[in-house]
Structures are given as structure tokens and as C-alpha cells.
């Protein structure tokens, strides 16, 4: 796919875009025919010189609209992402709010907020300011900050509950009465005590509700501080007015209890919202501040933002390994259970790689700086928890949706309620308690925490046994998976074939046969070639020199040794050289049987092509290999396999494995294309990998998978990354999925079931304003408290795998 980078800048004519990835006249073509077909655009001009597109549009067209139409083109829009803290928000309106105020931005193509988070992750052209990102924040009446600028507030003089505990001592002697008459105990305080103790918690404790329903107002929208400002104020302004007239029957404990019952359930919402992000702030207490680091021979401790890459660290037994890098002096176990999810201390000696974060047990190591700073795994993967907790899953689109109308939809009815009891009863004071019961009870803020905070949660517990959920998308979706397909090599197994055979053809030896394979593998790192020139320093050989060596895609490689033409790859290239092996096809067959990978070394040069050999290779499975696909089974998901190793190798690893289906000899860039087919016979497909030919086939997938260690390509593609390559985490990740979706659904549920059963039960004045107080604090305190459920949730793959076997060789 093409990509264009944008860098819009608005001015009274419109906007100029720079574009990259044209080349040719028809790429300009097509960027100005989509960006001329957007309404309200006047004229476009593409420059392919300059890379400039100049657009004239009118006060309807923005960026975002410009944005979607060159993506809908099959362009990538290329935009700065920004995240901000927004303080002040209360309810899934707000969060809408402040969505819709930043993409009035000019050059903002993108907005998603997250309540739960208290940040907005915003896309824009890189021209945009932050400053004028915070300005439209600030102007819809919240505050905004970059987290790095966000520095702890200072300790105030009373602990955060202090609120609640006021409310509840001033609420509960006007309960009192309410809750004596139970017991048949006629009691009643005097009504000017009432107001006494009323008239803090309306406008002293409550102040933050009218404070925030005001900027709402002066917005032109709603959100949950503006229904109980409006609800509580009823309440007590109809009780100053009976109390003016010396009626005894008040309603001062309805307006307080509502207040205090708000502030009660806010409170143990943020308990439990700060609970949803222990993975990220355990992940960053691994991070450590100093690193004891040996310059010229001298060992001194400095500050980690110091180490530079190629520095000698010195980690002691104990220490947390202060950086990534290789191990050049020592043996230890280092124990990576909070980064890989690895239950037990892994064995490292020199030439292993070390990750920052990790605790060494015993023993000192000197390790080779390879990664600091935001280039480290351990920040790597705090940015990945940290991107998909902040995402919008799809599901939440539509919960927004319903949240932009339910504030007005809410006064609406307690509206209807006051005019319908009013003309029914003929008793304005009873049509108010009631439309009061309406406005207090509905509560958008359940509707804005169940995704987010099972989403948080979901992603934080698997982030902890070595899962890493790149985007919510990825979680949701995974739940749906009904097909896992799996690479072979570095998936499901080792990935580091050794040789077990070399089977001379004619009067060859076979060490001769091996010096020449050596030759032409010398300079390529191919799992298959390491393996060859293992065995051929290990038996001592002298490599002679090959010339134009060049590699065959998904068939072997070819070049010149001792003037000859040679080529060295599978039964594939075999046959498009017309080449017969003739007796050694019955030992090829043979050792395909047992699992072998195959290679043919070949004289590949005119009349004189012939077949010298063969060359077996053997690879061990991963442990947790058979036991993973034995999981995916019992989870109803049919398993396959995609593999450039021969049917025969293909089929014996596949039968040992499990694994329902199995295609062969797969090229690279075919693997992509079986991932599409098997989408679209209907199935949702999840693809596993670790290599670089694998970055297609995981784009082409319905979620994919990457194995920590692969090819960087994989990691960056992949919606999930397992830490510690370990294929029953796979399974794992379905569960997790499969669990946060359930816990999505079951927050859903709730919050509109409080809603849809509320809402009618207060407008019928069957429910006292103080319950439907409690009902609509305790909502979103029940939706959190049942996403954090997740987080007791344990993985399979804890228990150690039994040892792999060895079978076939390379994918």
C-alpha cells in the first residue's frame, strides 16, 4: 500500500497537504480525483515535483473529512499522535465532549478518549500545536495537561475520603427519622436543623456538581454533575419553600443523601479505576533510576538516563538489570517473571541477551549495552499496555453513540414526568420528587466505564503472564477467532535445525558435500545455513570461497564454487532444474517421513546439472507446542499450519502436533494469500508468527500473533505480541479475550439495565429520590468492581511445558 504523509496547513484559501508516495502521473491523477470528490471542495492540485497538494474548499470541509477520503482512496493518512490528560470529566458525555471539541481542531484527523484513563489520544497533521489541542479542551470547560508536564500535587491537608465522611455525618441524622419509622419510631428533627445540615452538602460538598454542570451548560450539552445539580437542586429549593410555609413534611435528606451517595460511589469508582492500572505501574517500577557502570576499568553507580549504548553494566546478584543488552562476563539465573510472564529464573551465561527490568539471582554479570530509554523492551512494552488501555474497542462506538443523547433524552423525560404527575395528581410537589427520583437515577457514567475498564483490566492481566495487547481491537476481536494459523519454524518449533544427515550421490564424500553447502551458506544467517556451518566447524572443514551467491525465495540459494555453478534448496527448485534424484528419492522419502527437511545440493550449471546430495535437518518442537494446540482444541478453534517445508516433513510435524490442517511448501508471500482465503470462507483468522516473510500473512489476518525475539517486522505488525514465544499463550490470549468481551457485555448490561429498569420505575414515582440516589452511585461502582474480576484470572501456560521432541526443519 501507498502511504501519504500529510502536513495540512490551513489558511482563507484552504488547505495544502504535502504528499508522499507518488510516482507517476497516475498517483496524482488519483489523489486529486479523491480529494475533488469530497463535498464542498472547489478544486484540488496535485504537484508531483514538489509533492504538494493545494485544496480550495469551503468552511464545510475538514481535515478529518479529507483524511477519510484519501484513506477510502486506499492511502494511509501519516499523523502525530499526542496523548493529554484531561482533568474534570465525570460521565461518558463528557468524554463525547471533549472528543468532538478537539476534531473542531483544524488538522486534527483523529479523537478517542478514554474515561477510565482520563486521557485523549489525539491524531493530528504535524502543524497542529499542542497548545491549540489544550485550548480546545480548556474551552469546553476541562483541563488539560501532557502527562510529562503532570507533576504530583501536593499531599492535601485531609485524605481524599474526607468528602464522603463529611457528607455521610451530615446526612445520616436527617436518614435518621426515615430509618427509625421502621422500627414503628415516630421522630422527627426540627426543620430549620434540617437546613442547617442540608445547606453545606448542597452547596459546599456539591459545589463541584453545579461547577461542572455550568460548563456544561455554556457548551450546550449535558452530563451526569448537570442532572444532579438540577435533581438535588429540586429537592432542597422545594424543601426551603415548604419550610417558608410550615409544612413539616420536607425533603432535605433526599437532596443531601443524593449528594453524598454521588460522592461516596465517585470515590470508590477511582479505588477501583486506580486497581485497573497496576499492570502499568508495576511494569514501571521495574525501571531502575541508577546503573553501576565500568569505564576504564572503574566501576561507578550513575543515573540510568546516563548509560550509553556499548557501556559495560555491572549487575550484582540482586540487582534489577538496568538495561538491554548481552551478557559478555558471568553466568546467573535471571528471573523475567514480571516482563515475559516466565514463572521461573532463566539460566544466562555470555552471548545471552538480558532485558532491563529483570532481577539477577546469584552470581555478577557485565553486560554489553545494546538499548536505553525509550528503546529498551521494558519501554517498548509499557507504550504497547499503555496504547491499547487508552484505545476505543469498536463496541465502545456504539456505547458513545447512545451517550451524546442520553443526558438530553434524561431531562426530556423528567420533564414529561413533572407535566404527567402534575395533570394526573394535580400536586406539583409530588410531580417534582418524582421528576427528581428520573433525574438522579440515570447515570452515563456506567456507560463510559464498562469498556474501558474491562479493557484495562483484560490488557493488564495479560500483560502480566506475557501477553501484550497492542490495540483493543485485537483483544476484541480475538474472542471471535475460529481458526489459528501457525508458521512453522521459530513458532512451533525451536527454529535452530541442526543437521542430522548428509547422504552423498555418486562419487562424491560427504564431506566434500558439506564443504560445498558450507561455501554457498557462509554469508547468510537462514536458520538452515547455520546449521550447515555449525556442523562444518565442528568436523573442521576448510570453506572454500563461493562467488554471485544469491538467494532463491522460499526455494534455497545458488552461486559459483570452484567455478562451478551450484545451487543448494528444496524439492521445489529440484524440480524447476528438471533434475532427478534417482535412488536417493526413496532415502529423501524416507527421511521426510520422520519428520526431516530436505535439502538437494545441485550442480546447477547448463548440460551439466546434476544431483550431488542431500542434506536433512532436524528441528526440536517447543515445549508447550503439543499442549497448546491441544488447548486451541478444546476451545473449539481448528488449527493450521503454514509451511515452505516439504508435505512429507509438513505432515509427521503436523501429526504429532495435532493440527487439523497442514499446507506445504508455502512460499513466503503465499502465506499471506492462504490467510485471505480461509477469511473468506467465513472464518475469523488469527496467524502466528515470528519471521520477516511472516509481516504479510500477520496484516492479513484477522488478529495476529507475534513471538517475542522474531523479526522486529512481526512485533511491529502484530496486534499481540507473546513475550515468551511459548505457543500455549496463544490459547491464553483467546481466554483473556474471550473473558474481557464477556465482562464488556456483562458492564453493558448493567449500566443500561440500571437505566431502562430505572428511568420508567422513578418516572411512575416508585422510587424514593435517596434510592434512586443509591442505585445511580453504586452503577458505575459495579460495573468497575466486575471488570476488576478479570484480574484474578490465571493462565494456563503457568505450569511448566513438558521438553519438546525433535522433528523437521524450516518453514
Not at 508471500?669 to 485471505?676: H, I, S
Request: neutral net charge.
Amino acid at each position: 500500500m501507498q502511504t501519504v504523509s500529510t502536513a495540512a496547513i490551513p489558511d482563507p484559501q484552504g488547505f495544502r497537504l504535502r504528499v508522499t508516495g507518488m510516482s507517476c502521473a497516475s498517483c496524482v491523477l488519483r489523489v486529486e480525483k479523491t480529494l475533488k470528490a469530497v463535498p464542498g471542495v472547489r478544486a484540488a492540485s496535485v504537484n508531483l515535483a514538489t509533492e504538494e497538494a493545494s485544496v480550495d474548499a469551503d468552511g464545510s470541509v475538514s481535515t478529518v473529512t479529507l483524511a477519510a477520503a484519501v484513506r477510502k482512496a486506499g492511502y494511509e493518512v501519516a499523523t502525530a499522535e499526542t496523548v493529554l490528560l484531561v482533568g474534570g470529566m465525570s460521565c461518558a458525555s463528557c468524554a463525547g465532549r471533549v472528543e468532538k471539541a478537539l476534531l473542531k481542531v483544524p488538522g486534527v484527523t483523529g479523537a478517542s478518549v478514554n474515561l477510565a484513563t482520563e486521557r485523549a489520544t489525539i491524531h493530528a497533521l504535524s502543524t497542529v500545536p499542542v497548545a491549540a489541542l489544550k485550548a480546545a479542551i480548556v474551552k469546553a470547560g476541562y483541563t488539560a495537561s501532557e502527562p510529562a508536564d503532570a507533576q504530583p500535587q501536593a499531599a492535601p491537608h485531609l485524605p481524599d475520603w474526607w468528602p464522603v465522611a463529611v457528607g455521610g455525618a451530615l446526612t445520616l441524622p436527617l436518614l435518621g427519622p426515615m430509618l427509625l419509622q421502621l422500627f414503628d419510631i415516630h421522630w422527627m428533627l426540627g426543620g430549620w436543623v434540617q437546613l442547617a445540615l442540608a445547606t453545606p452538602v448542597q452547596f459546599w460538598l456539591g459545589w463541584r456538581f453545579y461547577r461542572a454542570g455550568w460548563k456544561a451548560l455554556l457548551a450546550r450539552t449535558g452530563n451526569m454533575d448537570l442532572l444532579v445539580a438540577l435533581g438535588t437542586s429540586a429537592a432542597y429549593g422545594l424543601s426551603v419553600y415548604l419550610l417558608a410555609e410550615g409544612v413539616p413534611h420536607l425533603y432535605f435528606e433526599a437532596s443531601a443523601a443524593v449528594i453524598s451517595l454521588v460522592l461516596l460511589g465517585k470515590w470508590l469508582e477511582q479505588r477501583a479505576k486506580h486497581q485497573t492500572t497496576d499492570a502499568i505501574r508495576a511494569l514501571n517500577a521495574l525501571r531502575p533510576t541508577t546503573a553501576r557502570v565500568r569505564r576504564d576499568g572503574v566501576e561507578a553507580d550513575i543515573p540510568v538516563e546516563q548509560v550509553q549504548v556499548g557501556d559495560l553494566v555491572v549487575v550484582r546478584a540482586g540487582d534489577r538489570v538496568a538495561v538491554d543488552g548481552a551478557i559478555v562476563e558471568g553466568r546467573s539465573h535471571v528471573d523475567e517473571s514480571l516482563i515475559t510472564g516466565e514463572s521461573l529464573p532463566v539460566a544466562k551465561s555470555v552471548g545471552d541477551k538480558v532485558t532491563g527490568g529483570a532481577i539477577n539471582a546469584e552470581g555478577v554479570l557485565a553486560v554489553r549495552t545494546t538499548a536505553i530509554g525509550a528503546e529498551t523492551t521494558l519501554a517498548r512494552i509499557i507504550r504497547m499496555v499503555e496504547s491499547a488501555q487508552a484505545a476505543k474497542a469498536p463496541i465502545q462506538r456504539v456505547v458513545d453513540r447512545v451517550s451524546a443523547v442520553f443526558v438530553p433524552f434524561v431531562l426530556g423525560v423528567a420533564l414529561l414526568t413533572f407535566l404527567a404527575w402534575l395533570a394526573l395528581a394535580g400536586n406539583w410537589q409530588t410531580a417534582l420528587i418524582n421528576a427528581v427520583a428520573v433525574l438522579v437515577i440515570a447515570c452515563p457514567c456506567a456507560l463510559g466505564l464498562a469498556t474501558p475498564t474491562a479493557i484495562m483490566a483484560g490488557t493488564g492481566v495479560a500483560a502480566r503472564h506475557g501477553i501484550l495487547i497492542k490495540d483493543a481491537q485485537a483483544l476484541e476481536l480475538a474472542h471471535a477467532v475460529t481458526v489459528v494459523a501457525f508458521d512453522k519454524t521459530g513458532t512451533l518449533t525451536v527454529g535452530k535445525p541442526s543437521l542430522a544427515a548428509v547422504l552423498p550421490v555418486g562419487a562424491a564424500s560427504a564431506t566434500d558435500m558439506l564443504a560445498l553447502a558450507a561455501a554457498l551458506q557462509q554469508s547468510s544467517s537462514h536458520p538452515l545455513a547455520v546449521a550447515v556451518m555449525d556442523k562444518a566447524r565442528e568436523d573442521g572443514l576448510q570453506v572454500p570461497q563461493a562467488g554471485q551467491v544469491a538467494a532463491l525465495p522460499g526455494r534455497g540459494v545458488e552461486g559459483i564454487v570452484g567455478g562451478e555453478k551450484l545451487a543448494l534448496g528444496s524439492s521445489r527448485l529440484l524440480k524447476e532444474l528438471g533434475l532427478d534424484p534417482g535412488a536417493a528419492q526413496q532415502a529423501a522419502r524416507q527421511l521426510e517421513g520422520e519428520g526431516r527437511t530436505v535439502s538437494w545440493l545441485m550442480a546447477a550449471d547448463g548440460d551439466a546439472r546434476r544431483v550431488l546430495g542431500l542434506l536433512a535437518f532436524g528441528d526440536t518442537l517447543k515445549p508447550g507446542a503439543r499442549a497448546g494446540v491441544a488447548r486451541l482444541r478444546e476451545l473449539g478453534i481448528k488449527t493450521v499450519m503454514l509451511t515452505g517445508d516439504n508435505r512429507g516433513a509438513a505432515q509427521a510435524i503436523a501429526a504429532q502436533l495435532g493440527i487439523d490442517e497442514v499446507q506445504a511448501e508455502v512460499l513466503p508471500g503465499d502465506k499471506a494469500a492462504a490467510v485471505q482465503r480461509l477469511r473468506d470462507a467465513g472464518e475469523v483468522v488469527a496467524f502466528v508468527g515470528d519471521g520477516l516473510n511472516d509481516g504479510p500473512a500477520l496484516a492479513a489476518a484477522s488478529v495476529s500473533y507475534a513471538m517475542a525475539g522474531g523479526a522486529d517486522v512481526a512485533t511491529e505488525t502484530a496486534g499481540i505480541t507473546l513475550m515468551r514465544g511459548d505457543p500455549r499463550l496463544v490459547a491464553d490470549s483467546l481466554e483473556v479475550s474471550r473473558r474481557t468481551y464477556s465482562k464488556i457485555k456483562q458492564g453493558l448490561f448493567w449500566a443500561f439495565g440500571y437505566n431502562v429498569l430505572g428511568i420508567p420505575l422513578a418516572a411512575l414515582g416508585l422510587l424514593n429520590p435517596v434510592i434512586a440516589g443509591a442505585a445511580m452511585a453504586f452503577s458505575s461502582v459495579s460495573v468497575v468492581a466486575n471488570a476488576l474480576t478479570l484480574r484474578r484470572w490465571q493462565a494456563a501456560s503457568d505450569t511448566p511445558a513438558q521438553p519438546g521432541t525433535t522433528t523437521g526443519a524450516q518453514a
